[in-house]
Nanobody, 123 residues
């Protein structure tokens, strides 16, 4: 089970750190992806981190502003979001592969999802 936290309302240019906490699985065995869905838009994959944390991926829309990291001892993955823009507004969710896979590529089927956390960037 995955649970996201850390969302909220922030002004443009601000920062937030999202957390994705896992229970019932050994998180280090799984690549974890972050997705977001803006109102009226399709869900977008924005980041992925390998099970060991030595490999990361970012969509071009967030590269250079967002940083994904993990603490397997705490069974938690983080998404540090800096220089936030209004277009970053949406529901952010973390996801784990259905089958054990520690690498982000080839992209696994992500079958375990958290409930999502709302991020709103507005002045």
């Amino acid at each position: 089970r995955l649970v996201e936290s850390g969302g909220g309302l922030v002004q443009p240019g601000g920062s937030l750190r999202l957390s994705c906490s896992a229970s019932g699985i050994t998180l280090g065995s799984y690549a974890i992806a972050w997705y977001r869905q803006a109102p009226g838009k399709e869900r977008e994959g924005i980041s992925c981190i390998s099970g060991s944390g030595d490999s990361t991926y970012y969509a071009s829309s967030v590269k250079g502003r967002f940083t994904v990291s993990r603490d397997n001892g705490k069974n938690t993955v983080y998404l540090q979001m800096n220089s936030l823009k209004p277009e970053d507004t949406g529901v952010y969710s973390c996801a784990a592969p259905t089958a054990v896979q520690a690498q982000c590529f080839p992209s696994p089927a992500f079958g375990s999802w958290g409930q999502g956390t709302q991020v709103t960037v507005s002045s």
